[in-house]
């Protein structure tokens, strides 16, 4: 027998209890897992873009359009390497199926995101068909899209000039992400701006957004607050951010995901709290005697207090372990596509194995020390 | 073996302050068996838990094989009474959930000890207590007289030189008493080992080489066995 063995050993003395408190951690870091792993989806869409590119947009809301005319002048500010615009399309599949699809000019999109990974020749097919379109890797793997097809999407914004809601375009090429975070967010599909420019019912000359790729990204806050100026106080004031504030705010459209996940995980947990701490607690009032004899026996107040510790602690990692592999292959199952990639992955783990820590030490520490500061003789006695 | 020098002892009990044992001196030698008598609430059970080394006096010096244990620490104290001293309980007090050679292994993990040398160890307390059959069952799955004898094979295990027992007849039936008392009598007699044994039975106290009488924290008289 080992020490470990012992803790083992004091584990399964209450199966069914031990089962049913492993069972609640287990379901608790299921949904920490999954929970958290769209917390980092909403969160990585701002982080793992980087720091290269500025996105400018009309300074009331990013749903009003700027004038095409801004362009030149902005291009002109020093630091500033390439522009693109994007218009947000409001694309609808199928039913009611919203994707994120966006009107852009092919030949400024591969130039302002590199990370995007296509062959040329696909490139220059976006380029040269009017009606082409482009998606990125796991919208054509979700909706069965092979290059050559003809895909019916409507738009929920731009009706076409004979009033028509349905656009059908040509898949001319599905393009990759460079590294793991880009190729897991190739949700997004665009079609040529060209088109959509002279085809659309609301006019042409104007974007939703120009996308600024900086020589310097530590220029940024300056080539921001530059361009800013430039507009203010003209009919079309601007607000310049990075992309990453930018896509925070967006996805604050939904709500503060962030603050939602936490106050959801803090129930969680709070419940979790009281449910393993008072088994563990119950654990140690029951074997009062147990504990005074281990130390009569020799084990001094930190070999006790590690025991009931331990005790803790296994059942938080082996609960905490199995809800994060659980989740992890939730993940895998439902997050594959999409257009918003879910993935339990290292990230999520790190927090998991954190939060794994600190539940042991808030379940098992006050126990322990109980445990730890027994008197041995009132403890013999019954007192 | 064992010096007591004037030894108080005094315990709080909500506002009140009990004293329980007064200025209590006493000897006992290497390879001794001394039996403590006395009415309830004499102090036998506090003067055990002296010298055991599970309770510090409020003043006086105890000595054990030369150790002053009332100076020790809470850490040096639990040290001390690994290496030197077994404890036999009236109610036995096993881990229900270790097997008897599981108990009995207990406190072979504070010894630097490898397996083979504690599961060693195990089997010959095993059979110095006659339960060598008995290894794999639970507490819940022997008798009384068993439980003691795995009880009494935990406290010989790591070979302490003084055992502490403390009314280890009192749950059990005479035949099976006495069986344990020779169990415990042999290990002083063949095993040289100096006991200590608290009980309230005439009979168990023939056991011993010597009886000590405590009444209201004093000792009364020493008697030959």
């Known amino acids: 027998m080992t020490r470990t063995g012992f803790v083992f050993a004091n584990l399964l003395r209450k199966k069914t209890r031990t089962v049913l408190t492993l069972l609640s951690v287990v379901t608790a870091f299921l949904l920490f897992g999954l929970l958290q792993a769209v917390n980092v989806m909403?969160?990585?869409?701002?982080?793992?873009?980087?720091?290269?590119?500025?996105?400018?947009?009309?300074?009331?809301?990013?749903?009003?359009?700027?004038?095409?005319?801004?362009?030149?002048?902005?291009?002109?500010?020093?630091?500033?390497?390439?522009?693109?615009?994007?218009?947000?399309?409001?694309?609808?599949?199928?039913?009611?199926?919203?994707?994120?699809?966006?009107?852009?000019?092919?030949?400024?999109?591969?130039?302002?995101?590199?990370?995007?990974?296509?062959?040329?020749?696909?490139?220059?097919?976006?380029?040269?068909?009017?009606?082409?379109?482009?998606?990125?890797r796991n919208l054509a793997k979700q909706y069965g899209w092979h290059i050559g097809d003809k895909v019916p999407i409507a738009s929920n914004i731009f009706p076409q000039k004979d009033g028509s809601k349905a656009w059908i375009f040509d898949l001319v090429g599905i393009y990759d992400g460079k590294d793991e975070e880009w190729q897991r967010n190739t949700n997004v599909g665009y079609i040529n701006y060209a088109y959509f420019d002279e085809a659309n019912?609301?006019?042409?000359?104007?974007?939703?957004?120009?996308?600024?790729?900086?020589?310097?990204?530590?220029?940024?806050?300056?080539?921001?607050?530059?361009?800013?100026?430039?507009?203010?106080?003209?009919?079309?004031?601007?607000?310049?951010?990075?992309?990453?504030?930018?896509?925070?705010?967006?996805?604050k459209q939904i709500g503060d995901i962030g603050l939602i996940v936490r106050w959801i995980l803090f129930a969680v947990f709070f419940t979790l709290l009281l449910v393993v701490g008072n088994t563990i607690a119950q654990s140690v009032r029951e074997r009062i005697p147990e504990l005074a004899i281990l130390k009569t026996l020799g084990f001094t107040d930190g070999n006790?207090?590690?025991?009931?510790?331990?005790?803790?602690?296994?059942?938080?990692?082996?609960?905490?372990?199995?809800?994060?592999?659980?989740?992890?292959?939730?993940?895998?199952?439902?997050?594959?596509?999409?257009?918003?990639?879910?993935?339990?992955?290292?990230?999520?783990w790190i927090t998991g194995v954190l939060a794994i820590v600190g539940l042991s030490l808030a379940v098992g520490l006050l126990p322990a020390l109980r445990a730890s500061r027994l008197s041995i003789v009132d403890a013999l006695a019954g007192r | 073996m064992v010096r007591v020098s004037n030894v108080y002892k005094s315990y709080v009990r909500g506002k009140q302050t009990v004293e329980v044992l007064h200025g209590l001196s006493l000897e006992i030698p290497k390879g001794d068996f001394v039996a403590l008598m006395g009415p309830s609430g004499s102090g036998k059970t506090t003067l055990l838990n002296l010298i055991g080394g599970l309770d510090q006096p409020t003043s006086g010096e105890i000595l054990v094989g030369g150790q002053r244990i009332d100076q020790l620490s809470g850490g040096q104290l639990a040290r001390w009474r690994a290496r030197n001293v077994g404890f036999v309980f009236q109610f036995y007090n096993l881990m229900p959930v270790l097997t008897a050679e599981r108990n009995i292994e207990l406190p072979l993990l504070l010894t630097g000890l490898s397996a083979a040398q504690r599961r060693k160890s195990v089997a010959v307390a095993l059979e110095v207590v006659g339960l060598t059959d008995r290894a794999r069952h639970k507490p819940r799955e022997l008798s009384g007289g068993q439980e003691q004898r795995v009880a009494i094979a935990r406290a010989l295990v790591s070979d302490p030189t003084i055992l502490i027992c403390d009314e280890p007849t009192g749950d059990l039936d005479r035949k099976t008493a006495d069986e344990i008392l020779g169990l415990v009598q042999v290990l002083n007699r063949d095993h040289g080992k100096t006991i200590v044994m608290v009980t309230h039975d005439p009979k168990a106290a023939e056991f011993a080489r010597r009886t000590l009488h405590l009444e209201k924290g004093q000792l009364l008289e020493q008697a030959a066995a």
Request: hydrophobic share 45%; with cysteine.
């Open chain 1, 42 to 136: 909403f969160s990585a869409g701002a982080d793992f873009v980087g720091a290269t590119r500025l996105v400018t947009q009309a300074r009331v809301s990013f749903t009003q359009s700027l004038p095409m005319r801004l362009l030149p002048e902005v291009e002109a500010i020093p630091g500033v390497a390439r522009v693109m615009w994007q218009q947000w399309f409001g694309a609808v599949w199928q039913e009611n199926t919203q994707l994120i699809f966006f009107a852009a000019d092919p030949g400024r999109l591969h130039s302002v995101y590199p990370e995007y990974v296509m062959p040329d020749q696909q490139w220059r097919a976006f380029e040269e068909t009017r009606t082409g379109m482009i998606v990125g």
């Open chain 1, 201 to 251: 019912q609301f006019g042409s000359g104007f974007a939703g957004t120009f996308i600024l790729r900086l020589a310097d990204p530590d220029q940024a806050q300056q080539i921001a607050k530059t361009i800013d100026a430039r507009f203010e106080n003209s009919p079309d004031e601007t607000k310049t951010q990075t992309e990453k504030d930018f896509n925070i705010g967006f996805f």
């Open chain 1, 304 to 348: 006790v207090l590690s025991f009931v510790l331990a005790e803790a602690a296994v059942m938080c990692v082996i609960g905490g372990l199995l809800g994060l592999g659980l989740a992890t292959m939730i993940g895998i199952v439902i997050g594959g596509g999409g257009n918003f990639p879910l993935a339990v992955d290292r990230q999520v």
